[in-house]
């Protein structure tokens, strides 16, 4: 029986800096803009909003958030990354990703001011900003040693 050899990992110079620098840049967009969510949530919910402005700019910047989500699992796929760091990365990447895919969907169908979707939408939005926070500085550690 012959034993499967293991495919030596890409050497340092594979990785992309570019690449890692713009993934860095996305996860940290990402945080300001899921902190900047809060503001506008806390901000609609409590001032008169009758034209529904604050709640039309929180759902932009939801839709921002998401699209920072792909881009940072896109941008770790072809960073050059390997080993541990990038399957962390990936995984946190990827579930941003679902867990936007989520929230977006609890908040448009929060708008009917729906209970359930408002009492699911504010803690999914607080996991995410942890989510967001960890991603950052995952990318931090990858932009060191990368």
């Not at 969510?37 to 909003?49: I, T, Y």
């Not at 990038?86 to 929060?110: D, F, H, K, P």
């Amino acid at each position: 029986m012959r034993q499967t050899e293991r495919q030596p990992s890409l050497p340092a110079s594979a990785v992309k800096p570019g690449m890692v620098t713009a993934m860095m840049a996305a996860a940290a967009l990402t945080g300001v803009l899921v902190l900047a969510q809060a503001a506008l949530a806390g901000q609609f919910l409590r001032v008169d909003n009758t034209n529904g402005d604050l709640q039309k700019i929180h759902g932009y910047i939801g839709n921002a958030v998401f699209l920072f989500a792909i881009a940072q699992a896109a941008l770790i796929v072809v960073s050059g990354l390997t080993g541990r760091l990038r399957s962390g990365l990936l995984s946190m990447a990827i579930t941003l990703v679902v867990l936007t895919t989520a929230q977006l969907g609890l908040g448009y169908s929060g708008r009917d001011r729906d209970g359930i979707a408002a009492a699911l939408h504010i803690p999914l939005g607080v996991l995410i900003f942890g989510i967001a926070m960890a991603n950052i500085s995952m990318a931090m550690r990858a932009q060191r040693e990368g």
